[in-house]
């Protein structure tokens, strides 16, 4: 439901997030500007923390608020790394038994996020020209 607080819930789990993102980051490129460690860290740690969010949430043990969820899942996560919403949801499905949908799901965020980077990438160089 969109309500002034969830609002202002999800702004300041996206602003520690994207703030995390960035600090880590940039800690790595420090350490080696060769390859982007700070993105992959970032991608892992975001895919532990859905899933452990994931299991807390089907879990009988656990009650977790729609606060938490949206601080957390779609604030913090959601700035941190979309990464771990694509493995929550390619999970979900393995988990389902759709494996077949699952690996197309997988190829084809994929190969779309860098044929469309490849795009992007392209009509802004042809617009400069």
Known sequence: ????????????????GAWLRWLITY???IADPTLPHGTLAVNLIGGLIIGMSFAAIQSTAFEISEEIKLILNVGFLG????????SVE????????????????AVLNVIGALLFCFIGWYLFNLFLK
């Not at 309500?3 to 202002?8: A, D």
């Not at 700035?79 to 694509?86: D, H, I, K, N, V």
């Open 1 to 16: 439901m969109f309500t002034l607080s969830n609002f202002i819930l999800v702004g300041i789990g996206a602003a520690i």
């Open 27 to 29: 800690f790595f490129t």
């Open 79 to 86: 700035a941190f790394t979309t990464f771990s919403t694509y």
């Open 90 to 105: 390619l999970l979900n499905l393995f988990l389902k038994g759709e494996v077949a949908l699952g690996i197309f799901f």
